[in-house]
């Protein structure tokens, strides 16, 4: 039942950047124009813990270009993903017990109006260990085609 609670709150967290980055003007606080969000609070620890990934249009505009049908990216899958792993080093402290679950290559979901054209990142989703009565904890990780890693920042709960 707790699952289902935490995966509820996933879908509506998700539910609102997605309204807000195509309608601003439905939420009270619109996402600042220039900032865009990956998957919202896109990684949780514990059930208590929430980051999110976040980029900018000039972000954006400095990674390379790639289009599928130029054949593999600039970056490799490889080198992304020693990004990655970096960068959750840095922000998990038992890192070394995270599994990496699952990659993507795709478009950024952008609140500016157009992602510039041929962008793409990569998304690398680690899930921490399992314990019993927790949620699993999970951290999603975008890598730019510059092989530049998009911070993570903690999002504080509500008090």
Avoid: C
């Avoid at 992602?115 to 690398?124: D, K, R, T």
């Amino acid at each position: 039942m707790k699952t289902l609670k935490h995966l509820a709150i996933v879908i509506l967290a998700l539910a609102a950047f997605y309204i807000a980055s195509h309608h601003p003007s439905a939420l009270a606080q619109p996402i600042p124009s220039n900032i865009s969000v990956v998957g919202g609070p896109s990684s949780f620890i514990d059930g208590k813990i929430a980051f999110t990934s976040t980029y900018n249009k000039e972000m954006l505009e400095a990674a390379p270009r790639w289009h599928p049908a130029d054949g593999n990216p600039p970056l490799s899958i490889s080198d992304a993903q020693r990004t990655a792993a970096s960068l959750l080093a840095k922000t998990i402290p038992n890192s070394k017990d995270w599994k990496l679950k699952d990659i993507s290559l795709q478009q950024p979901l952008a609140s500016f109006d157009e992602v510039p054209e041929g962008i793409w990142i990569y998304l690398f989703t680690f899930n921490g260990p399992k314990v019993k009565g927790r949620v699993n904890s999970f951290v999603t990780i975008a890598i730019l085609l510059d092989g530049k890693a998009v911070p993570l920042t903690r999002v504080e709960p509500k008090k």
